[in-house]
Protein backbone atom coordinates (compact mmCIF):
# COMPACT_ATOMS: atom_id res chain seq x y z
CA UNK A 1 0.00 0.00 0.00
CA UNK A 2 2.97 2.45 1.00
CA UNK A 3 4.61 1.79 -2.27
CA UNK A 4 1.14 2.07 -4.47
CA UNK A 5 1.23 5.55 -2.58
CA UNK A 6 4.67 6.48 -3.63
CA UNK A 7 4.33 5.57 -6.88
CA UNK A 8 1.07 8.04 -7.06
CA UNK A 9 3.39 10.43 -5.97
CA UNK A 10 6.48 10.41 -8.14
CA UNK A 11 4.07 10.79 -11.15
CA UNK A 12 1.94 13.99 -9.70
CA UNK A 13 5.85 15.25 -9.57
CA UNK A 14 6.31 14.28 -12.27
CA UNK A 15 3.55 15.61 -14.13
CA UNK A 16 3.98 19.10 -12.14
CA UNK A 17 7.49 19.49 -13.59
CA UNK A 18 6.94 18.94 -17.27
CA UNK A 19 3.55 20.97 -16.63
CA UNK A 20 5.09 23.85 -14.72
CA UNK A 21 8.08 24.05 -17.72
CA UNK A 22 5.15 24.55 -20.21
CA UNK A 23 3.56 27.16 -18.10
CA UNK A 24 6.52 29.55 -17.61
CA UNK A 25 8.21 29.15 -21.27
CA UNK A 26 5.83 31.77 -22.99
CA UNK A 27 6.72 33.97 -20.15
CA UNK A 28 10.16 33.48 -20.30
CA UNK A 29 10.06 34.26 -23.74
CA UNK A 30 7.79 37.53 -23.52
CA UNK A 31 10.49 38.56 -20.96
CA UNK A 32 13.59 38.20 -23.40
CA UNK A 33 11.38 39.71 -26.03
CA UNK A 34 10.35 42.90 -23.88
CA UNK A 35 14.22 42.93 -22.92
CA UNK A 36 15.22 42.81 -26.38
CA UNK A 37 12.78 45.67 -27.39
CA UNK A 38 14.51 47.44 -24.55
CA UNK A 39 17.87 46.95 -26.30
CA UNK A 40 16.90 48.14 -29.41
CA UNK A 41 14.95 51.35 -28.28
CA UNK A 42 18.26 52.16 -26.66
CA UNK A 43 20.10 52.06 -29.60
CA UNK A 44 17.86 53.98 -31.61
CA UNK A 45 16.22 51.19 -33.76
CA UNK A 46 13.14 52.01 -32.94
CA UNK A 47 11.26 55.49 -33.53
CA UNK A 48 10.52 58.09 -31.04
CA UNK A 49 7.29 58.13 -29.73
CA UNK A 50 4.96 60.37 -31.88
CA UNK A 51 3.27 63.96 -30.10
CA UNK A 52 0.28 63.24 -28.55
CA UNK A 53 1.75 60.26 -26.23
CA UNK A 54 -0.02 59.44 -22.92
CA UNK A 55 1.33 61.86 -20.10
CA UNK A 56 3.81 59.68 -17.51
CA UNK A 57 4.77 57.49 -20.52
CA UNK A 58 8.39 57.90 -20.71
CA UNK A 59 9.97 58.41 -23.91
CA UNK A 60 13.40 57.32 -25.31
CA UNK A 61 14.98 60.11 -28.06
CA UNK A 62 17.35 58.54 -30.58
CA UNK A 63 20.27 60.92 -30.42
CA UNK A 64 21.31 62.66 -33.74
CA UNK A 65 24.08 61.02 -35.91
CA UNK A 66 27.22 62.24 -36.02
CA UNK A 67 27.81 64.82 -37.76
CA UNK A 68 30.83 64.34 -40.54
CA UNK A 69 33.49 66.92 -40.10
CA UNK A 70 33.46 69.44 -42.83
CA UNK A 71 36.76 70.31 -45.12
CA UNK A 72 38.02 73.39 -44.65
CA UNK A 73 37.85 75.72 -47.89
CA UNK A 74 40.98 78.15 -47.83
CA UNK A 75 39.63 81.75 -48.68
CA UNK A 76 40.01 82.07 -52.82
CA UNK A 77 43.26 83.58 -53.75
CA UNK A 78 43.55 87.19 -53.98
CA UNK A 79 43.79 87.29 -58.14
CA UNK A 80 46.24 90.20 -59.51
CA UNK A 81 44.25 93.57 -60.60
CA UNK A 82 44.49 93.78 -64.32
CA UNK A 83 47.16 96.46 -65.45
CA UNK A 84 45.04 99.74 -66.81
CA UNK A 85 45.18 100.09 -70.50
CA UNK A 86 47.89 102.39 -71.49
CA UNK A 87 46.15 105.93 -72.46
CA UNK A 88 46.09 106.37 -76.07
CA UNK A 89 49.05 109.29 -77.18
CA UNK A 90 46.65 112.60 -78.35
CA UNK A 91 45.96 112.57 -81.95
CA UNK A 92 48.63 113.96 -83.76
CA UNK A 93 47.91 116.87 -86.16
CA UNK A 94 49.61 116.62 -89.50
CA UNK A 95 50.45 120.12 -91.27
CA UNK A 96 48.85 121.38 -94.54
CA UNK A 97 49.77 119.48 -97.78
CA UNK A 98 49.97 122.95 -99.33
CA UNK A 99 53.70 124.34 -99.39
CA UNK A 100 55.64 120.90 -98.67
CA UNK A 101 56.65 120.77 -102.62
CA UNK A 102 59.01 123.74 -101.56
CA UNK A 103 60.99 121.44 -99.03
CA UNK A 104 61.86 119.23 -102.02
CA UNK A 105 64.18 121.90 -103.88
CA UNK A 106 66.25 121.83 -100.60
CA UNK A 107 66.42 118.09 -100.81
CA UNK A 108 67.13 117.86 -104.37
CA UNK A 109 69.86 120.33 -104.68
CA UNK A 110 71.67 118.46 -101.76
CA UNK A 111 72.59 115.35 -104.04
CA UNK A 112 75.60 115.20 -106.00
CA UNK A 113 74.16 112.56 -108.67
CA UNK A 114 71.69 115.04 -110.34
CA UNK A 115 71.22 115.34 -113.81
CA UNK A 116 70.36 118.69 -113.97
CA UNK A 117 74.28 119.93 -112.61
CA UNK A 118 75.82 117.49 -115.13
CA UNK A 119 73.74 119.15 -118.29
CA UNK A 120 74.68 122.31 -117.17
CA UNK A 121 77.94 121.60 -116.86
CA UNK A 122 78.24 120.13 -120.69
CA UNK A 123 76.13 123.07 -122.02
CA UNK A 124 78.59 125.73 -120.47
CA UNK A 125 81.86 124.14 -122.43
CA UNK A 126 82.97 126.49 -124.62
CA UNK A 127 82.88 124.27 -127.42
CA UNK A 128 79.94 121.68 -127.88
CA UNK A 129 81.20 119.04 -129.96
CA UNK A 130 79.16 115.94 -131.24
CA UNK A 131 80.59 113.95 -128.38
CA UNK A 132 79.27 116.53 -125.71
CA UNK A 133 75.98 115.79 -127.53
CA UNK A 134 76.51 112.29 -127.10
CA UNK A 135 77.18 113.12 -123.59
CA UNK A 136 74.52 115.53 -123.04
CA UNK A 137 72.16 112.30 -124.47
CA UNK A 138 73.23 109.70 -122.21
CA UNK A 139 72.91 111.74 -119.14
CA UNK A 140 69.32 112.14 -119.74
CA UNK A 141 69.13 108.26 -120.55
CA UNK A 142 70.92 107.71 -117.19
CA UNK A 143 68.11 109.83 -115.33
CA UNK A 144 65.53 107.53 -116.62
CA UNK A 145 63.94 110.09 -118.71
CA UNK A 146 64.03 107.23 -121.77
CA UNK A 147 65.57 107.05 -125.06
CA UNK A 148 62.86 108.49 -127.22
CA UNK A 149 62.72 111.58 -124.86
CA UNK A 150 66.34 111.92 -124.09
CA UNK A 151 67.31 112.05 -128.39
CA UNK A 152 64.26 114.65 -128.12
CA UNK A 153 65.82 117.02 -125.74
CA UNK A 154 69.73 116.51 -126.80
CA UNK A 155 68.05 117.66 -130.74
CA UNK A 156 66.04 120.40 -129.73
CA UNK A 157 69.08 121.78 -127.07
CA UNK A 158 71.36 121.67 -130.09
CA UNK A 159 69.01 123.86 -132.05
CA UNK A 160 68.89 126.52 -129.55
CA UNK A 161 72.58 126.98 -129.35
CA UNK A 162 73.02 126.87 -132.77
CA UNK A 163 70.42 129.46 -133.22
CA UNK A 164 71.44 131.90 -130.12
CA UNK A 165 75.43 131.03 -130.57
CA UNK A 166 77.94 132.35 -127.56
CA UNK A 167 76.33 131.16 -124.33
CA UNK A 168 76.76 132.98 -120.67
CA UNK A 169 76.02 130.74 -117.86
CA UNK A 170 72.53 132.35 -116.76
CA UNK A 171 71.10 131.82 -120.39
CA UNK A 172 72.55 127.89 -120.06
CA UNK A 173 70.41 127.50 -117.22
CA UNK A 174 67.38 129.11 -118.73
CA UNK A 175 67.55 127.24 -121.71
CA UNK A 176 67.73 124.08 -120.12
CA UNK A 177 64.89 124.77 -117.38
CA UNK A 178 62.82 125.99 -120.01
CA UNK A 179 63.61 122.66 -122.01
CA UNK A 180 63.02 120.63 -119.05
CA UNK A 181 59.60 122.54 -118.07
CA UNK A 182 58.25 121.48 -121.63
CA UNK A 183 58.72 117.75 -121.19
CA UNK A 184 57.42 117.52 -117.48
CA UNK A 185 54.24 120.00 -118.06
CA UNK A 186 51.20 118.60 -119.18
CA UNK A 187 47.54 119.66 -120.06
CA UNK A 188 46.21 116.88 -117.45
CA UNK A 189 45.05 118.15 -114.57
CA UNK A 190 47.74 117.38 -111.59
CA UNK A 191 44.64 118.19 -108.47
CA UNK A 192 43.51 115.09 -106.40
CA UNK A 193 39.74 114.61 -106.89
CA UNK A 194 39.14 114.41 -102.90
CA UNK A 195 35.66 116.45 -102.67
CA UNK A 196 32.58 114.40 -101.66
CA UNK A 197 29.97 114.81 -104.60
CA UNK A 198 26.02 113.59 -104.57
CA UNK A 199 26.54 113.36 -101.17
CA UNK A 200 29.43 110.54 -101.23
CA UNK A 201 32.65 110.69 -100.61
CA UNK A 202 35.32 110.57 -102.93
CA UNK A 203 36.87 107.07 -103.24
CA UNK A 204 40.83 106.47 -103.91
CA UNK A 205 41.81 102.97 -105.15
CA UNK A 206 45.95 102.73 -104.48
CA UNK A 207 47.36 100.17 -106.80
CA UNK A 208 51.07 99.21 -107.37
CA UNK A 209 53.49 96.17 -106.34
CA UNK A 210 54.98 95.14 -103.96
CA UNK A 211 58.34 97.40 -102.19
CA UNK A 212 57.01 100.55 -103.66
CA UNK A 213 55.81 102.13 -100.66
CA UNK A 214 52.30 101.16 -101.27
CA UNK A 215 50.54 101.37 -98.22
CA UNK A 216 52.90 103.78 -96.55
CA UNK A 217 51.91 105.96 -99.24
CA UNK A 218 48.29 105.20 -98.38
CA UNK A 219 48.92 106.71 -94.64
CA UNK A 220 51.09 109.56 -95.78
CA UNK A 221 48.19 110.73 -97.58
CA UNK A 222 45.45 110.20 -94.99
CA UNK A 223 47.37 113.05 -92.91
CA UNK A 224 48.27 115.00 -95.67
CA UNK A 225 43.96 115.36 -96.08
CA UNK A 226 43.09 114.74 -92.14
CA UNK A 227 45.51 118.08 -92.30
CA UNK A 228 43.74 119.89 -94.86
CA UNK A 229 40.92 119.58 -92.40
CA UNK A 230 38.99 116.19 -94.50
CA UNK A 231 37.78 113.23 -92.77
CA UNK A 232 39.37 109.63 -93.75
CA UNK A 233 38.10 106.56 -94.23
CA UNK A 234 40.79 103.68 -95.10
CA UNK A 235 40.54 100.21 -96.10
CA UNK A 236 42.41 97.76 -95.70
CA UNK A 237 41.83 95.44 -98.95
CA UNK A 238 45.33 94.39 -98.79
CA UNK A 239 44.58 90.58 -97.77
CA UNK A 240 47.28 88.99 -98.48
CA UNK A 241 50.14 90.48 -96.47
CA UNK A 242 48.75 90.09 -92.37
CA UNK A 243 51.28 92.93 -91.57
CA UNK A 244 49.95 95.64 -94.24
CA UNK A 245 46.38 96.23 -92.28
CA UNK A 246 48.03 96.56 -89.15
CA UNK A 247 50.26 99.27 -90.89
CA UNK A 248 47.24 100.68 -92.28
CA UNK A 249 45.36 100.69 -88.82
CA UNK A 250 48.16 102.32 -87.26
CA UNK A 251 48.60 104.92 -89.82
CA UNK A 252 44.90 105.76 -88.94
CA UNK A 253 45.14 106.10 -85.27
CA UNK A 254 47.53 108.37 -84.94
CA UNK A 255 45.34 110.78 -86.98
CA UNK A 256 42.43 109.64 -86.02
CA UNK A 257 40.75 108.02 -89.52
CA UNK A 258 38.85 104.57 -89.00
CA UNK A 259 40.43 101.45 -90.75
CA UNK A 260 37.82 99.22 -92.08
CA UNK A 261 39.92 95.33 -91.97
CA UNK A 262 38.77 91.81 -92.21
CA UNK A 263 39.50 89.49 -89.19
CA UNK A 264 39.90 86.38 -91.76
CA UNK A 265 42.91 85.71 -93.27
CA UNK A 266 43.10 85.97 -97.02
CA UNK A 267 39.84 87.38 -97.18
CA UNK A 268 38.13 88.75 -100.13
CA UNK A 269 40.09 92.04 -100.75
CA UNK A 270 36.77 93.14 -102.69
CA UNK A 271 34.65 92.52 -100.23
CA UNK A 272 37.01 94.46 -97.73
CA UNK A 273 36.96 97.46 -100.35
CA UNK A 274 32.84 97.62 -100.74
CA UNK A 275 32.33 97.37 -96.67
CA UNK A 276 34.72 100.28 -96.41
CA UNK A 277 33.07 102.44 -98.77
CA UNK A 278 29.90 101.35 -97.17
CA UNK A 279 31.19 102.68 -93.63
CA UNK A 280 32.76 106.08 -95.56
CA UNK A 281 29.39 106.47 -96.71
CA UNK A 282 27.36 105.70 -93.68
CA UNK A 283 29.64 107.95 -91.48
CA UNK A 284 29.62 110.68 -94.30
CA UNK A 285 33.29 110.97 -94.63
CA UNK A 286 34.75 113.34 -97.06
CA UNK A 287 37.70 110.32 -98.40
CA UNK A 288 37.81 106.87 -98.46
CA UNK A 289 41.31 105.15 -99.15
CA UNK A 290 41.77 102.10 -100.49
CA UNK A 291 45.19 99.68 -99.84
CA UNK A 292 45.21 97.04 -102.59
CA UNK A 293 47.29 94.31 -102.57
CA UNK A 294 51.13 94.85 -103.58
CA UNK A 295 50.48 92.56 -107.19
CA UNK A 296 53.64 91.52 -109.27
CA UNK A 297 52.50 92.86 -112.86
CA UNK A 298 53.38 89.51 -114.50
CA UNK A 299 50.67 87.43 -112.27
CA UNK A 300 47.49 87.52 -114.62
CA UNK A 301 45.01 86.05 -112.04
CA UNK A 302 46.04 88.94 -109.26
CA UNK A 303 45.21 91.54 -111.90
CA UNK A 304 42.02 90.05 -112.66
CA UNK A 305 41.52 90.18 -109.19
CA UNK A 306 42.31 94.15 -108.88
CA UNK A 307 39.74 94.96 -112.09
CA UNK A 308 37.25 93.08 -109.63
CA UNK A 309 37.72 95.31 -106.45
CA UNK A 310 37.29 98.75 -109.09
CA UNK A 311 34.27 96.66 -110.30
CA UNK A 312 32.84 95.98 -106.50
CA UNK A 313 33.11 98.98 -105.61
CA UNK A 314 31.08 100.62 -108.65
CA UNK A 315 28.24 98.83 -107.64
CA UNK A 316 28.17 101.09 -104.99
CA UNK A 317 29.82 104.52 -106.00
CA UNK A 318 32.28 105.58 -108.26
CA UNK A 319 35.94 105.12 -107.83
CA UNK A 320 37.22 108.97 -108.34
CA UNK A 321 40.96 108.66 -108.23
CA UNK A 322 43.48 105.38 -109.28
CA UNK A 323 46.64 106.38 -108.35
CA UNK A 324 49.91 103.94 -109.24
CA UNK A 325 52.55 104.23 -106.72
CA UNK A 326 55.81 103.59 -108.85
CA UNK A 327 59.32 103.46 -106.86
CA UNK A 328 61.22 106.56 -108.91
CA UNK A 329 64.42 104.61 -108.88
CA UNK A 330 63.32 101.31 -110.71
CA UNK A 331 63.28 103.22 -114.07
CA UNK A 332 62.30 101.36 -117.00
CA UNK A 333 61.39 98.39 -114.91
CA UNK A 334 58.70 100.69 -113.45
CA UNK A 335 57.36 101.78 -116.46
CA UNK A 336 56.53 97.92 -117.40
CA UNK A 337 54.51 98.18 -114.91
CA UNK A 338 52.40 101.03 -115.27
CA UNK A 339 51.53 99.99 -118.40
CA UNK A 340 50.06 96.47 -117.61
CA UNK A 341 48.56 98.51 -114.20
CA UNK A 342 47.04 100.81 -117.01
CA UNK A 343 45.29 97.82 -119.18
CA UNK A 344 43.29 96.33 -116.20
CA UNK A 345 42.47 99.63 -114.12
CA UNK A 346 42.01 103.19 -115.24
CA UNK A 347 45.01 104.91 -113.93
CA UNK A 348 44.35 108.54 -113.48
CA UNK A 349 47.37 110.09 -111.67
CA UNK A 350 51.09 108.63 -110.45
CA UNK A 351 52.84 108.89 -107.08
CA UNK A 352 56.75 108.65 -107.04
CA UNK A 353 58.31 107.38 -104.13
CA UNK A 354 61.98 107.96 -103.13
CA UNK A 355 62.19 110.73 -105.33
CA UNK A 356 64.76 112.26 -102.55
CA UNK A 357 67.59 112.10 -105.20
CA UNK A 358 68.08 113.36 -108.58
CA UNK A 359 70.38 110.91 -110.02
CA UNK A 360 66.37 109.46 -111.43
CA UNK A 361 64.51 112.15 -111.50
CA UNK A 362 63.61 111.56 -115.27
CA UNK A 363 61.15 109.15 -114.69
CA UNK A 364 58.82 111.89 -114.08
CA UNK A 365 59.39 112.90 -117.76
CA UNK A 366 59.16 109.27 -118.75
CA UNK A 367 55.77 108.17 -116.95
CA UNK A 368 53.89 110.68 -117.95
CA UNK A 369 55.17 110.10 -121.81
CA UNK A 370 54.35 106.34 -121.44
CA UNK A 371 50.91 106.68 -119.91
CA UNK A 372 49.30 110.37 -120.40
CA UNK A 373 48.69 110.48 -116.78
CA UNK A 374 50.26 113.23 -114.87
CA UNK A 375 52.46 112.58 -111.71
CA UNK A 376 49.97 114.13 -109.08
CA UNK A 377 52.07 113.00 -105.86
CA UNK A 378 55.85 112.78 -104.89
CA UNK A 379 57.06 111.19 -101.63
CA UNK A 380 60.37 113.10 -100.56
CA UNK A 381 61.59 111.11 -98.03
CA UNK A 382 60.92 108.79 -95.15
CA UNK A 383 59.06 111.24 -92.95
CA UNK A 384 55.39 110.78 -92.14
CA UNK A 385 54.91 114.31 -93.77
CA UNK A 386 57.22 113.57 -96.96
CA UNK A 387 54.76 113.13 -99.34
CA UNK A 388 53.81 116.39 -101.29
CA UNK A 389 51.49 117.30 -104.00
CA UNK A 390 53.54 117.74 -107.38
CA UNK A 391 54.55 120.54 -109.00
CA UNK A 392 56.77 120.69 -112.00
CA UNK A 393 58.07 123.78 -111.48
CA UNK A 394 59.72 123.77 -108.38
CA UNK A 395 60.95 120.12 -109.55
CA UNK A 396 62.53 121.81 -112.31
CA UNK A 397 64.23 124.11 -110.19
CA UNK A 398 65.18 121.88 -107.59
CA UNK A 399 67.40 119.61 -109.98
CA UNK A 400 69.15 122.27 -112.15
CA UNK A 401 70.35 123.78 -108.94
Avoid at 12 to 18: D, I, S, Y
Avoid at 58 to 63: A, G, I
Avoid at 337 to 366: H, M, N, P, S, W
Wanted: charged residues 25%.
Amino acid sequence: MIDYIIAIVVVAVLLLGVGGTMLLRPRGMHGIRRSRARELDLTGAIPKAEEGTKAGTTTLERPEAPTAPQPTIPPPAQLPAEPEAPPRPPLEKPPPSAGRMVRLRARLARSQTGFGGALLALLSRDRLDDDTWDEIEEVLITADVGVSPARQITSDLRTQVKVEGARTPDEVRSMLRAELLSEVETEASRSLRTQRHEGRPAVLLMVGVNGTGKTTTCGKLARALIGDGQTVVLGAADTFRAAAADQLQTWGERVGAQTVRSDKEQADPASVAFDAVSVGIEQEADVVLIDTAGRLHTKNDLMDELGKVKRVIEKRTSVDEVLLVLDATTGQNGLRQARVFAEVVDVTGIVLTKLDGTAKGGIVIAVQRELGVPVKLVGLGEGPDDLAPFDPVTFVDAIIG
